[in-house]
């Protein structure tokens, strides 16, 4: 479906051409001002950053043709951006490979998550129910996934996508790949799926209910509502079907649990650990691999890996073809055992048995409003006391634990909760 305006060759030359010339004035003006300040482009970061993207812009308009793209489409949406530097530092700095374990699936795996799924497994249950016949995934793990993604719907993300895109197609590693992403955010809007100023996001470009990228939306979005578009951002029945979709895809068998937390043995050799080395069920079973809650594991020739996330002190797991499908989604071992953790526990299950190997553990979200809300009292300026512990909540806390005599690292963990609670007691 494509909703773009019609206009006449001639309407799109004129277009086309003002915008170029629009390009061209902001590269212009960014050097006339870096002149008569009597500075070089370069002794500025901010204007040596206009000055590159002006120019990529304009690389990236002369292959946007060739990409499926209308010169009237790219100009229309492109004229007006600035890039956003903030992002290409998030490239190396992605929570589910920098926070430790325990602070990650102590957020996204709580109470309220799981009070939270429950009430969208049955609001939406009808819809699950012709999902999960169309696509043979089951309802739990789909708003698991949507859990996890977008809190149900209530975090989108809020970087206009084109913004970012066009950033990280011009600057740091991987601008190929973000090129990519770029140019289908364009044919997504030029298609007329989504508008665009609802495609919002992550700052690497993921946008909607379960988040996902542009190219996999062209690639595996449904229209399951019948509207006539593939819309993740305000059709919940597009998103959770395209989720399943997703998993369907990348191997979900639902003849298979994803996995089960399991006890190893004293002096288990856990050389031959992690998500890829899979052998039979059997030949676990015959190591002295059991099942931590006394299940049957499954028919002894299915593959199966041994995964330690926190190394041979933490929770052990055998997770099989299913838990590589939830990875495929996310590319963190972190991220798929969280959506497989909540999928769990949306069933009814229980939480890990086996403790995290720390004195410290983290916190779940009312607890972490619970220590913001405590930090405010004292004075600190942190903003809402919303769960989120962004820069502020970490100097605050890091200028409170000094005062305490704790470590002053700024980790909101139960050790830091546990002292600023103490010390109102005081």
């Not at 089951?138 to 996508?161: I, M, Q």
């Not at 044919?187 to 919002?200: D, M, N, S």
């Not at 229980?350 to 809300?373: C, I, N, V, Y």
Request: glycine content about 8%.
């Amino acid at each position: 479906m494509n909703t773009t305006p019609h206009s006449s060759p001639s309407q799109a030359a004129v277009r086309a051409s003002v915008a170029a010339t629009s390009i061209r004035k902001r590269s212009q003006a960014v050097l006339l001002a870096s002149a008569l300040s009597g500075l070089s482009v370069f002794a500025s970061p901010s204007l040596a950053s206009e000055v590159a993207f002006a120019s990529c812009l304009r690389d990236l308009r002369a292959e946007a043709a060739s990409k499926g793209v209308t010169m009237a489409t790219f100009d229309q949406h492109t004229t007006a951006l600035a890039p956003d530097m903030a992002v290409v530092g998030f490239l190396d700095a992605q929570p589910e490979f920098v926070t430790p374990i325990w602070d990650y699936m102590a957020g996204l795996v709580d109470a309220e998550r799981v009070a939270d799924g429950q009430a969208m497994l049955a609001q939406w249950k009808d819809v699950l129910a012709q999902v999960a016949a169309e696509y043979d995934v089951d309802p739990a793990t789909v708003v698991a996934v949507w859990g996890v993604e977008s809190n149900f719907g209530r975090n989108f993300g809020s970087r206009p996508l084109l913004t970012s895109l066009s950033t990280l197609s011009c600057f740091g590693r991987r601008q190929p790949f973000f090129r990519g992403e770029f140019f289908t955010t364009l044919k997504i809007i030029q298609e007329g799926h989504v508008a665009p100023e609802r495609l919002t996001g992550s700052w690497a470009g993921a946008f909607g209910h379960t988040q996902f990228m542009p190219s996999t939306f062209m690639r595996l979005a449904v229209d399951f509502d019948g509207d006539g578009r593939r819309d993740l951002v305000d059709s919940v029945p597009d998103a959770l079907a395209s989720t399943a979709n997703f998993l369907k895809r990348a191997g979900w068998n639902s003849a298979l649990p994803w996995g089960f937390e399991v006890a190893l043995p004293a002096g288990f050799d856990t050389s031959e650990a992690g998500r890829r080395n899979k052998q039979p069920m059997q030949q676990w079973a015959a190591r002295g691999v059991k099942r931590i809650d006394g299940g049957a594991l499954p028919p002894g020739q299915t593959p199966a890996g041994l995964l330690l996330p926190a190394g041979a002190d933490g929770p052990a797991f055998l997770v099989t073809r299913n838990f590589d499908a939830l990875y495929s989604y996310n590319a963190a071992e972190s991220y798929a055992l969280a959506i497989a953790h909540l999928s769990d526990r949306l069933r009814g299950g229980a939480a890990f048995t086996t403790a995290w190997p720390t004195d410290d553990p983290g916190l779940s979200r009312a607890e972490r409003r619970e220590l913001q809300t405590l930090l405010i009292a004292r004075g600190h300026d942190i903003g809402e006391a919303d769960g989120m512990i962004g820069s502020r909540t970490r100097e605050a806390l890091k200028a409170v634990q000094a005062e305490l005599g704790l470590e002053p690292d700024g980790r909101a963990g139960q050790k830091a909760l546990a002292a600023l609670r103490a010390a109102v007691r005081d």
